[in-house]
């Protein structure tokens, strides 16, 4: 029980810092537009041209997965993501190996996180906005960090236990 007493505060951390962020944006940072052509594209300014990387805190709406596919079914997506994070759930409650408990919990949060926004706002809310060396690379958020480093964390973890 002192596992999941664990895990459950790391969850509660995690999704507040996502929700919080998500908020603040909506609230306080100007929607990114074709009006603001260049740096920082409408938004925050964080830094610009540090070794030909950029970085702006922007206000990016998206009503579908990454990179915004499948935006045309945001309904169906919630659904997929539901039943995606009710099967890791599961999995997690049921399976013993604890190596791969956090990031099986990364990747949980990150999926609520963003169900959340679509029960909130209908849509996901993006911020952080990168440019490599011209490269404009696509605006994510907190749960998708999240996910991304849960699902590579998990990818390291099952090759070690093969090796």
Do not use: C
């Not at 962020?21 to 929607?31: E, G, L, M, R, S």
């Not at 990454?66 to 997506?77: C, M, R, V």
């Amino acid at each position: 029980m002192k596992r999941y007493s664990k895990l459950l505060i790391i969850f509660f951390i995690l999704i507040l810092l996502d929700i919080a962020t998500k908020f603040w944006v909506q609230a306080y940072v100007n929607k990114m537009s074709w009006i603001y052509p260049s740096y920082p594209f409408g938004g925050i300014g964080v830094f610009r041209d540090f070794l030909g990387i950029s970085f702006s805190i922007n206000h990016v709406e998206n009503t579908g997965a990454a990179w915004g596919i499948f935006n045309k079914f945001p309904s169906f997506l919630f659904f997929v993501r539901m039943v995606i994070v009710t099967g890791l759930i599961v999995y997690l409650a049921l399976r013993s190996d604890r190596r791969r408990d956090l990031p099986l919990l990364l990747i949980i949060t990150g999926a609520i996180g963003n169900m959340l926004d679509y029960i909130f706002y209908k849509k996901v809310i993006d911020m952080f906005h990168f440019n490599f060396w011209g490269y404009s690379y696509p605006v994510f958020n907190i749960a998708d960090m999240m996910i991304t480093i849960g699902i590579i964390w998990l990818f390291l973890v099952l090759i070690k236990k093969k090796g």
